[in-house]
């Protein structure tokens, strides 16, 4: 049973390029959450999806944007890339209802140029 | 800000102590969780402890709950060097529709040999 899978693992970009990071839900899991975090700090929530809708936004500019597909994989999408959006994005996949832990992925390390 | 909060930030110990983590938080929850993070790696769960409970066991792993305080503890015991690694908890509470998931600063924990 595969976990959750992200890709790709490692991508170097320069500020202003746009991005685009996807994430493989855990099988059985139907809503998928992005984080950022930055070296020595905790996740910050970024959104979550479910049944293809942001159904949650943390605190983070339009730049950031997102999409979940119909077999509930994802996607994040980040525009005008700045120095500071340096840092590993984390999926993780869970039920709607949070009643279980979320599961995640091992992470794509972005870093801006 | 609804953040959780971990003490201590940092916690340096020799093989076959005990590590003791702490959690605190500002809403009333639905349940806690303990995750675990190995460098540049993603988030482990740990435990999960509902607010109707107020201890768990997981192997080595000790987790207890006072609600009244809002506060949790992870109890490491017996510590290894494999068990070197950042310990962060989460929240997760009731907002609206939606259940939140608040993520604290993390404790970064060094097992030595």
């Known amino acids: 049973d595969a976990g959750v899978t992200q890709s790709p693992t490692h991508l170097i970009k320069t500020r202003g390029q746009q991005v685009t990071l996807r994430c493989s839900p855990k099988s059985g899991h139907d809503t998928v959450s992005w984080y950022q975090q930055a070296l020595g700090q905790g996740p910050q929530f970024i959104f979550q999806y479910y049944e293809e809708e942001e159904r949650q936004r943390g605190n983070f500019p339009d730049r950031f944007s997102g999409h979940q597909f119909p077999n509930y994989s994802s996607e994040l999408n980040v525009n005008a890339l700045l120095l500071g959006d340096s840092a590993l994005y984390l999926c993780a996949s869970s039920d709607y209802r949070g009643r279980q832990p979320q599961h995640f992925g091992d992470g794509t390390r972005l870093s801006i140029l | 800000s609804q953040q959780g909060e971990e003490d201590p930030q940092a916690l340096s110990i020799q093989e076959g102590e005990n590590a003791t983590m702490n959690c605190s938080y500002k809403t009333s929850i639905n349940n806690l969780q303990w995750y675990r993070q190995n460098s540049g790696r993603g988030l482990v769960h740990l435990i999960l402890?509902?607010?109707n409970e107020r201890e768990k066991h997981s192997g080595r792993l000790r987790v207890t709950l006072d609600t009244s305080k809002k506060s949790s503890s992870l109890l490491i015991t017996a510590s290894r060097a494999a068990d070197t690694a950042s310990y962060f908890c989460?929240?997760?509470?009731?907002?609206?529709?939606?259940?939140?998931?608040?993520w604290g600063l993390g404790t970064s924990l060094a097992v030595n040999p």
């Open positions: 402890i509902r607010s």
């Open positions: 989460a929240t997760v509470f009731n907002a609206g529709n939606n259940r939140k998931l608040i």
